[in-house]
């Protein structure tokens, strides 16, 4: 057997558990290391027919006049092989991202997310040199470990796994397979085209390192792991720290916050908003970060980061940090109201409340009631307490503004009898 196929034989049987057969997709570009990938993958199953389903997937960006072209050629590749092929055109203009690189390897990741079936490992072709540059990248835009340790080998995705199998090889040792068996690939122009960060790096700084250090690239991506391993630490002192913080699903303890060294509290916070998925903050809005978790208990402070659409928000309320989107925070319409029948849930442009009234006097369920935003000044009539006023109402519940003024507020004839499933009217009841 082949090095190579032995390789990626391995690097599949340390996959535990291995599903039998196991199901993978080459993410195939039609270049000189996704061809070669192609290649093992479907040797490999040659000679284990029964342990393998090989399929590959393109994603055309239709950033080259040549990319209908190159689209062709990984069909016809695949079908003299006679092997599932799928391809998808994306329109990079629809992806958010600071470069037209970003938004290319967002919209890439998201089919793949989409694509993947349960259980299913995507194969790509990233090799030593992909490794080398990637930390070069992040270390002249300030990565912190996370992004120094750059490619990780593996990682869950969508409903399966990804898997670089050749990341640690070296490129010349592709090229050497592919000449010794005769392949055939398509050469992007781009390539030689150094305006793009990953070209300049590749094709004006390595070479010039590799001439005064012959083993750059080995070390650069020996670094690469060892950061990796760092990251894991990382991670793991995070979860234990995050067991410290009381969590709930949206806040953390502020006084349990505090109480760690700043670049503990740095670390759990970057975990846990990894962990939603929700975007890291720049080093100014790490600072500001830092400064609301020592506000006055009372303070109300906020702090935005992230692109226009996907704006994320820190706020705190008494003793409790609130990271969440945006849209989470949002109030209903000031002039917002509907008629409700009745019947849960409640939907509302805050989400959904699942929730039923019955006048208990009568046992009456209503077909129709009244719902509006909060407009101030209410007042809502409890058994053993009277008529009193709601906003005091909703301060002795501890609430936090933002959520006070997500309350539906629900009338019957004129009378409030509701807020939502926080306060309910002497005379009702919630079923």
């Known amino acids: 057997m082949n090095p190579l196929v032995q390789q990626l034989q391995q690097a599949l049987d340390n996959l535990q558990p291995a599903a039998d057969p196991q199901k993978i997709c080459i993410a195939f570009s039609g270049g000189l290391d996704s061809r070669v990938l192609l290649e093992l993958a479907w040797l490999l199953q040659q000679q284990t027919p029964e342990k393998l389903e090989l399929r590959a997937l393109h994603i055309n960006h239709q950033l080259s006049p040549n990319a209908d072209h190159w689209a062709d050629f990984c069909r016809q590749t695949c079908a003299q092989k006679n092997l599932s092929f799928s391809q998808f ?9 600071a470069s037209l690189e970003a938004r290319a390897r967002q919209a890439r990741y998201q ?30 835009r300030g990565a912190g470990t996370q992004g120094l340790a750059s490619i ?14 050749l990341l640690n090889t070296p490129r010349e040792t592709l090229e050497a397979f592919a000449r010794e068996q005769q392949l055939h690939w398509i050469e992007d122009e781009s390539n030689q085209k150094d305006h793009f960060d990953r070209n300049f790096v590749r094709l004006n700084i390595l070479p010039l390192l590799a001439e005064r250090f012959p083993a750059a690239e080995q070390n650069l991506a020996l670094s690469a792991r060892l ?16 067991q410290q913080v009381n969590p709930d699903r949206s806040s953390l303890s502020i006084t349990a916050l505090i ?14 908003l990894q ?20 506000a006055r208990e009372d303070a109300q402070p906020l702090v935005e980061w992230g692109e226009a659409q996907h704006r994320t928000q820190a706020r705190r309320h008494r003793d409790r940090l609130y990271i969440q989107t945006a849209d989470h925070f949002q109030p209903l319409p000031q002039n917002w109201q509907t008629t409700w029948n009745n019947q849960p849930p409640l939907q509302t442009p805050c989400g959904y409340f699942n929730l039923q009234l019955q006048c208990t006097a009568t046992g009456e369920i209503p077909k129709e009631l009244q ?15 009277g008529s009193r006023d709601v906003k005091r109402l909703l301060q002795e ?23 939502g499933n926080r306060l309910i009217a002497e005379g009702w009841e919630a079923l």
């Open 227 to 242: 950061a990796g391993e760092s990251q894991q630490l990382q991670q793991d002192l995070a979860e234990l720290d995050l």
């Open 371 to 385: 719902v509006t935003s909060r407009q101030g000044g209410e007042t809502i009539r409890l058994q053993n307490r």
């Open 111 to 140: 089919i793949f997310s989409q694509e993947l079936q349960a259980g299913e490992l995507l194969l790509q072709a990233h090799h030593r040199k992909d490794q080398a540059e990637t930390l070069l990248l992040r270390l002249l």
């Open 397 to 419: 519940l501890n609430l936090p503004t933002w959520q006070r003024n997500q309350l539906p507020f629900i009338w019957h004839r004129g009378k409030l009898i509701a807020v």
């Open 89 to 97: 055109q994306i329109d990079t203009r629809q992806y958010s991202g």
């Open 259 to 272: 109480q760690l060294p700043d670049y503990r509290r740095n670390n759990l916070l970057r975990h846990w």
């Open 152 to 165: 990780p080998i593996q990682r869950p995705l969508g409903q399966g796994q990804l898997l670089r199998p």
């Open 275 to 294: 962990k939603h998925d929700l975007p890291l903050p720049s080093l100014k809005h790490w600072q500001q970060l830092d400064h609301l978790c020592q």
